[in-house]
C-alpha cells in the first residue's frame, strides 16, 4: 500500500495545479489519474483562453488573481510565455441591448468600425448595433502549463500514478483508504479534482453527490478562408455567443458553444451544432467553410450555483472537494490551486485572493449541505 499526506484524484489541469502547489508547501503528494495520459479529458480539449472580461463575478475575480502566475511563473517553471497577445471582438445585434450592455460593465470596450476591421479584416458588420473589444483575453499555453505543473509536482518530490482510477474510498480511522486498479491507497486528505466525474468519485467513497452537471461542448478545426493568414486574428463571436472561432495552429477553432446536460464520458462533438456554427461563422466573417478537418468534444461541468466547490466537505473528515470550474478550469487554476493549498494547510485564503473578493463561504462544499 502506497502512503501519502494528501492524495488528489484526477490529473487534469485542476488536480495537477493543486498536487504541485500542494507539494511544494511541503506536503507528500500522490496524484491519481484514470487515464494514461492526464490531459486527456477537459484540460486538453479546451480553447485555451484566458478571459479576465468573461464569467460571474467571482470567476472573474478567480481569473484576475491567475493573472500573476501566468504573465511571471516560477523560475524554472517553463521556457515558454504562457500567454500570447489574441483579443476577443464581439458583435451585437439589434435585440442585445442587455447583453451588450453587461459585456460593458464587465470590461469590454466599444470599438469603431476601422479598429475591428484592423484586428479582422474580412469581418462582416451588417446589422451591428455594437462592436466590443476585450484586449486582455489572450491564449494560454495549457499544454506548457500542465506539463509545468506535473513537473512541478516531481520536483517537490511528488508523484502521478497514471491508469490509477479510483473506485473506491473508505474512511478508516485517521485515513481515507482508496481502492484504483488493483492497488490501495492511503493518506490523511483527499482532494477530489475528477471533474466531470468529481460526484461519482465522492458516491464511491460513500458520500452524498453534490449534483454536479458535465455539459457537453462541441469544437472543430478548420482552414482559414484561401491566401489569408488567420494567426493574428482575434477570437470572435456574436455577444449572444452562439458560436465562437479562434485561431488554433494557424487554422481556426470554432464551436457553437453548445452545453448539453450529460453524464459524465468520453465526449464526442454534436455534428449538427457545428454546421450551425459554421452559417454562424459565415455571418460574422467574409468566408466559406469547406469541410472540419478535425472535430471533438468537451465536458465543462458546472455545480447547481455555477461557482466552483473548493474546501472540506463538512460530512467527512479529510475529504476536499476541488470540482466544478465549468468553463473557466484553466485560466482560474493559478488561484483556485493557492486556495486549495491554503485550506488544505490550516492557512488562510491568500490576502491577494481577499483583496479580490473570494471568500472561503463562496465556494465553500458547505452551501449544498
Ligand atoms: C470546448 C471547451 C472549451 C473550453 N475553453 C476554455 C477556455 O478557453 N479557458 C478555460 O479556462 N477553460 C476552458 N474550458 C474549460 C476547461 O477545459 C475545464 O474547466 C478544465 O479543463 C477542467 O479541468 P479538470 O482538471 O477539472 O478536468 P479534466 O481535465 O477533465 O480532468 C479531470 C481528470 O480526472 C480524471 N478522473 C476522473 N475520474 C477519476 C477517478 N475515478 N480516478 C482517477 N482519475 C479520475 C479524468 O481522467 C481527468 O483526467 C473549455 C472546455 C471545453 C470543453
Not at 192 to 216: E, F, N, Y
Amino acid at each position: 500500500m502506497k502512503t501519502a499526506d494528501v492524495i488528489v484524484i484526477g490529473g487534469g489541469i485542476v488536480g495537477a495545479s493543486a498536487a504541485a502547489e500542494i507539494a511544494s508547501a511541503g506536503a507528500q503528494v500522490l496524484l491519481l489519474e484514470m487515464e494514461s495520459q492526464p490531459g486527456y479529458h477537459a484540460t486538453g480539449r479546451s480553447a485555451a483562453m484566458y478571459e479576465p472580461c468573461e464569467g460571474i463575478a467571482l470567476v472573474r475575480a478567480l481569473t484576475r488573481a491567475s493573472y500573476g502566475f501566468f504573465s511571471s511563473p516560477p523560475d524554472g517553471f517553463v521556457d515558454v510565455a504562457l500567454l500570447s497577445p489574441r483579443g476577443v471582438l464581439m458583435l451585437g445585434y439589434e435585440g442585445d441591448e442587455r447583453l451588450i450592455a453587461d459585456a460593458k460593465r464587465n470590461g469590454f470596450a466599444d470599438i469603431d468600425a476601422g479598429f475591428a476591421r484592423s484586428k479582422l479584416p474580412l469581418v462582416k458588420l451588417d446589422g451591428v448595433i455594437a462592436i466590443l473589444w476585450d484586449g486582455q483575453a489572450q491564449d494560454i499555453d495549457v499544454d506548457a502549463l500542465h506539463a509545468g505543473r506535473l513537473r512541478a509536482l516531481r520536483r517537490a518530490k511528488g508523484e502521478a500514478v497514471a491508469d490509477a482510477a479510483v473506485r473506491r474510498g473508505e474512511r478508516i480511522r485517521d485515513a481515507w483508504r482508496l481502492e484504483a486498479d488493483g492497488e490501495t491507497y492511503e493518506a490523511p486528505m483527499i482532494v477530489v479534482a475528477a471533474g466531470a466525474w468529481s460526484d461519482q468519485v465522492a458516491t464511491s467513497c460513500g458520500l452524498a453527490p453534490i449534483g454536479l452537471q458535465p455539459k457537453r461542448r462541441s469544437a472543430a478545426v478548420l482552414a482559414g478562408p484561401a491566401g489569408a493568414s488567420v494567426a493574428d486574428w482575434p477570437e470572435i463571436s456574436p455577444v449572444d455567443v452562439n458560436f465562437y472561432a479562434k485561431p488554433m495552429g494557424g487554422k481556426l477553432m470554432l464551436s457553437p458553444a453548445d452545453e448539453d446536460p450529460v453524464q459524465p464520458h468520453d465526449a464526442w462533438a454534436d455534428d449538427l451544432r457545428l454546421a450551425e456554427a459554421a452559417a454562424g461563422l459565415e455571418r460574422c466573417v467574409d468566408m466559406q467553410v469547406q469541410r472540419f478537418e478535425r472535430t471533438w468534444g468537451g465536458l465543462r461541468t458546472f455545480a447547481p450555483d455555477g461557482l466552483p466547490v473548493v474546501g472540506f466537505d463538512p460530512a467527512a473528515d479529510g475529504f476536499f472537494w476541488l470540482a466544478g470550474q465549468g468553463g473557466y478550469g484553466i485560466q482560474t487554476s493559478p488561484a483556485l490551486s493557492r486556495l486549495a493549498a491554503a485550506l488544505l494547510a490550516g492557512r488562510e485564503i491568500p490576502a491577494d485572493l481577499t483583496r479580490e473578493g473570494v471568500s472561503q463561504e463562496q465556494l465553500s462544499p458547505r452551501r449544498f449541505r
